[in-house]
């Protein structure tokens, strides 16, 4: 993934745009909010969130809107931090969106949820994946168009225990929701393969400039593999620390480092890290489509979780006209009884939320690239 800034540039001045546009009167539009993290070391989710939703709006309104009304964006920055998405969600709230795409992260997502559902108001995001966000039951007005953690987390124990035959494994997390749940799963699922055991269970400070304490742990406690539950800042660093040391243990992480920026960053100590991350469709025609479309308007490959937020997009589009309204009810109606073409194929959504036929891959870091390698 490249977020070079001419594409970062492209990005605000279309904010600028949109932010003139609301001069249009409500009733005349369909008021869609797209919020992530558009600034700061995780702007490379969310942007492409971003993209995706500004080529879909244009093709749509480039056809005469959805049953006459144009598609109007309102795109907000939450740096994938839950104290700034609270914000983010009040403020969508207040200016009338019918819909949400987004939030990015897991911990952003879960605490802008319940301002979101106070108000009625269906959230898609592309890439929120703690299982707690649709299984626990408390938010009814979310969808995503990723499969979970628990499923990620079963996908990353399997390949370390089965395919690679790992004995040992290191389990780390970032302490967040996303992080952290992602690995209380992975350590349940190596405890039960019987196959392999957990021998350190370690939560890192975010941001943090120096890792070599959780290294050091690392190196004692004979870990043949690391599982770690988080975002690329952090795995960027702790592998840079890990090779410095001459340590060749096994690096396993998930989509939250499966992302361009991590090669970027870690560089040369990023070769051979494996990363969970959404199954390559890099074949299916319309996700071809809707990536030359990325490349001929931004001028650069589109990055993380754009598919799945082209594909979130259009579900929530397809729904509103299939629905003949903005009404919730009938667009979740829509939602979980009508297939969508999307770049994972048709989809539709299971009664909590989850699209159906949406998994995991495994990719490797192969001469500077992510390679799908199951």
């Not at 030359?292 to 929530?316: I, K, T, W």
Request: glycine share 10%.
């Amino acid at each position: 993934m490249k977020v070079s800034g001419k594409l970062t540039s492209f990005f605000w001045v279309f904010v600028c745009i949109l932010s003139f546009s609301t001069t249009s009167s409500a009733a005349d539009t369909i008021k869609i909010g797209v919020a992530g993290a558009h600034s700061g070391d995780l702007a490379s989710y969310g942007l492409p969130t971003a993209n995706a939703a500004e080529l879909i709006a244009t093709s749509i309104n480039g056809k005469g809107g959805i049953n006459g009304k144009m598609v109007e964006l309102l795109v907000e920055d939450d740096v994938c931090k839950p104290e700034v998405s609270t914000n983010t969600a009040t403020k969508l709230v207040s200016e009338g969106v019918n819909v949400v795409l987004g939030h990015i992260c897991s911990g952003a997502t879960k605490a802008a949820l319940p301002i979101y559902r106070d108000s009625k108001i269906i959230v898609m995001s592309p890439s929120a994946t703690n299982p707690d966000l649709t299984q626990s039951g408390d938010y009814p007005n979310f969808y995503r168009t990723i499969a979970s953690d628990d499923a990620q987390a079963r996908t990353e124990v399997d390949f370390a225990v089965d395919v690679l035959k790992i004995k040992k494994i290191a389990v780390i997390h970032d302490k967040g929701d996303y992080g952290k749940g992602l690995a209380e799963f992975a350590k349940t699922f190596v405890e039960q393969s019987g196959k392999a055991e957990v021998v350190l269970y370690e939560g890192v400070t975010p941001g943090a400039v120096d890792y070599s304490a959780v290294v050091q742990k690392i190196k004692r406690s004979g870990a043949e593999a690391v599982i770690f539950g988080g975002y690329h800042p952090e795995a960027s660093k702790i592998v840079t620390q890990m090779r410095k040391k001459k340590m060749d243990t096994i690096f396993i992480s998930d989509d939250g480092v499966k992302d361009d920026t991590f090669i970027k960053v870690a560089g040369k100590y990023a070769e051979g890290v494996y990363a969970t991350g959404p199954a390559d469709v890099s074949s299916n025609p319309l996700a071809k489509a809707a990536r030359e479309a990325h490349q001929n308007v931004y001028g650069a490959e589109p990055g993380a979780f754009y598919d799945n937020a082209y594909a979130a997009m259009l579900a929530l589009t397809n729904a509103i006209e299939k629905a003949g309204s903005t009404d919730p009810e009938a667009i979740a109606k829509v939602l979980k009884s009508q297939d969508v073409d999307t770049p994972f194929g048709a989809i539709h959504f299971d009664e909590r939320g989850d699209a159906i036929g949406v998994g995991f891959s495994v990719y490797q870091v192969k001469d500077g690239q992510y390679v799908q390698v199951q």
